[in-house]
Structure formats: structure tokens, C-alpha cells
């Protein structure tokens, strides 16, 4: 089991440029998140999907965009990158199953806007 | 005012020590709570987990819940130089859709 993979791991992009940053997990699990975590802020949600085909906004979802397709594939979408999105990106994925609530955290995408 | 409020620290302590961390919140419906481990440039971690209010021992680490007081512990005995990272603790509500509400994390240094 790989758990939670993100796809990259660290990408430069100028302002104004678009990018997509992809999650798998392989543990089939109904529920998938993004954050951004930034020094002295903690996590934020981004966007979350409850299921295949579904998504909603969390705390921060300005100049993002997801899309969730697959159950295992959650894509998240900057259009239009501004150096305000030069952040740490975590994906993470949870289950109803047994009544618990744990969230899997994949490792992280750094992505820096200039 | 955030749901959960945590001291971000940082705290520094010398190994052997008993450490003690921290959160209150505010929303009553929390249920779950969770702390999770986060150290330097990964994902955070799972470390504890607990139902309502109690006390929760796994190894060095314990976990406590006073929802009457909406404040939640966790302690670490003998702390090691590997118990160095961030801890942040997260609750849920007892609905659907499995949304965490997280502390900012509390930065932890051991030192030998």
C-alpha cells in the first residue's frame, strides 16, 4: 500500500501560470482533501469532496479549482498562480468506515510562485 | 476567533522530560480528537486518538479530553530527541463529512 501519493513534489512557476497538482490514495476511501500549510497559519482546507463526482470549498478556496473524477484522484488547479499560493501542498484522505475519522496525509508539494 | 486555539510554541526541552501540549476549542459538538505528529518537511502523522472525554495511554504518550472544560492534552514521558516536530491536535463534530478542524501545531525541539 503507498497510502497517499502526490504528484510533484516541489515546482517553481511564474505568476500567472497554471499548474494541476494530483493526489492518489489506494486505500478507497470516500473522502479527499487539499491544505495549504504556511508558517504560523497552521493547515487550511482548501477544497474537500465527499465522493466520486462530488467537491466543496473549505476555509481558502479562492484561485483554486478540483475536480475529483475517480474515487482514488483528487486534482487540485491553480489557473492563475499568484506568489500569495507559494505554499505547502497536502493532500489527505479518510474513511466513515468503523466511525473513525482519521485523516492519511500525503507528503507534500512545496510550490513556490514567483 | 478560531474553533481550536493551540500555542505554537516553540517549546524546548531537555531529553527526559515530561512534556505537556495543549488545545481548547470553542464548538461543544467536537467528538473526536486527534493529535498528529508532523516532523520537519513531511505530512503530519496520526499519533493518538480518543472518543469524547477520558484518557488515552499509548506507550510514552497519553492523551486527555475535558469536554466540560473544551480542553484537550497530550503528555509525553521521558521525551526523546525523535519526539522533536510540530504536534498539532484536530477534532471533529459527530456529523458526516468528516471535515478536521486543526490547531495551528505546537513546534517541540528535545534536545540531548
Known amino acids: 500500500n503507498a497510502g497517499v501519493t502526490q504528484t510533484p513534489k516541489f515546482r517553481v512557476l511564474k505568476t500567472g501560470q497554471s499548474m494541476t497538482l494530483l493526489c492518489a490514495q489506494d486505500m478507497n476511501h470516500e473522502y479527499m482533501y487539499w491544505y495549504r500549510q504556511d508558517p504560523g497559519m497552521g493547515l487550511r482546507l482548501i477544497h474537500y469532496?465527499?465522493?466520486?463526482?462530488?467537491?466543496a470549498k473549505g476555509e481558502v478556496p479562492d484561485g483554486y479549482n478540483v475536480s475529483r473524477l475517480k474515487k482514488q484522484n483528487f486534482l487540485l488547479g491553480l489557473e492563475s498562480a499568484a506568489p500569495s499560493q507559494t505554499s505547502v501542498y497536502f493532500c489527505a484522505s479518510s474513511s466513515r468506515r468503523n466511525q473513525r475519522y482519521e485523516q492519511y496525509f500525503g507528503p507534500g508539494t512545496r510550490l513556490t510562485v514567483t | 476567533q478560531k474553533e481550536v486555539e493551540q500555542d505554537p510554541g516553540p517549546l524546548s526541552v531537555p531529553e527526559g522530560a515530561i512534556v505537556s501540549l495543549n488545545c481548547t476549542y470553542s464548538n461543544s459538538a467536537f467528538q473526536y480528537f486527534m493529535w498528529y505528529r508532523q516532523y520537519s518537511r513531511k505530512g503530519p502523522e496520526l499519533l493518538m486518538y480518543?472518543?469524547?472525554?477520558g484518557n488515552k495511554e499509548d506507550g510514552r504518550f497519553t492523551a486527555q479530553v475535558d469536554k466540560s472544560s473544551k480542553y484537550i492534552s497530550l503528555f509525553i514521558r521521558d521525551s526523546q530527541p525523535s519526539d522533536s516536530a510540530t504536534y498539532l491536535c484536530?477534532?471533529?463534530?459527530?456529523?458526516?463529512?468528516?471535515?478536521?478542524?486543526f490547531g495551528r501545531g505546537t513546534q517541540l525541539t528535545v534536545w540531548p
Open positions: 484536530a477534532m471533529i463534530p459527530d456529523s458526516t463529512l468528516g471535515r478536521l478542524y
Open positions: 469532496s465527499v465522493g466520486e463526482g462530488t467537491t
Open positions: 480518543t472518543y469524547s472525554s
